[in-house]
């Protein structure tokens, strides 16, 4: 694919979702692990890197960058296909948000998506497909990663040098954690 950014393993790891933002062309790739093969690509309109699996393998979820929305995509037998979306917000060039990184939680019902261009945390419902929760942020996020167990969502705050920890059920801030250039 071109420009590849994002991989997602499922978690039976048999399968890879490699997420291709190129500039022109966007593909989603599914992959064998065990064949080691491609074995089915979709053209998507708008991507940018992030994807995270259902617990049962049965759906996953893409960042739709500037098209501002995640895709849902339905899953069996090394096949995907469009479901549904979430909208965080009309469509480039209407608003900017561009959501990247995303965690969904082992139930599947709740999603963590953060945005580069207009910065916030998302915290979606995947059932109904709204929006349930939004932190802004002063500086552009990355990628997010969702603690179950501590009921923590870590932020990478790109443009900041820090990685903010937030409660997952509210999304209060609970610390913030210094590190280099560009957390990712």
């Not at 074995?39 to 098209?67: C, H, P």
């Not at 945005?115 to 497909?129: Q, T």
Request: aromatic content about 12%; overall charge negative; charged content about 20%.
């Amino acid at each position: 694919g071109d420009f590849p950014l994002g991989l997602s393993l499922s978690p039976s790891k048999k399968s890879l979702i490699v997420v291709n933002s190129g500039y022109y062309h966007q593909t989603l790739n599914i992959v064998n692990v065990a064949d080691q093969v491609v074995k089915q690509t979709l053209t998507i309109r708008k991507s940018w890197m992030g994807a995270a699996w259902g617990s049962f393998e049965d759906y996953f979820f893409v960042t739709a960058g500037n098209d501002n929305k995640v895709y849902r995509y339905g899953f069996q037998k090394d096949s995907a296909w469009f479901l549904n979306s979430i909208k965080l917000a009309e469509e480039a060039p209407a608003a900017y948000i561009s959501p990247t990184g995303i965690s969904i939680n082992s139930e599947g019902d709740k999603i963590y998506t953060v945005s580069r261009i207009a910065p916030a945390l998302y915290k979606l419902d995947a059932f109904s497909n709204t929006i349930e929760k939004v932190l802004e942020f002063p500086t552009p996020l990355y990628s997010c990663v969702l603690d179950e167990e501590r009921k923590f969502v870590y932020v990478s705050e790109w443009g900041n040098e820090k990685v903010t920890v937030v409660q997952s059920d509210d999304l209060s801030r609970v610390k913030e954690i210094a590190v280099g250039n560009h957390p990712s």
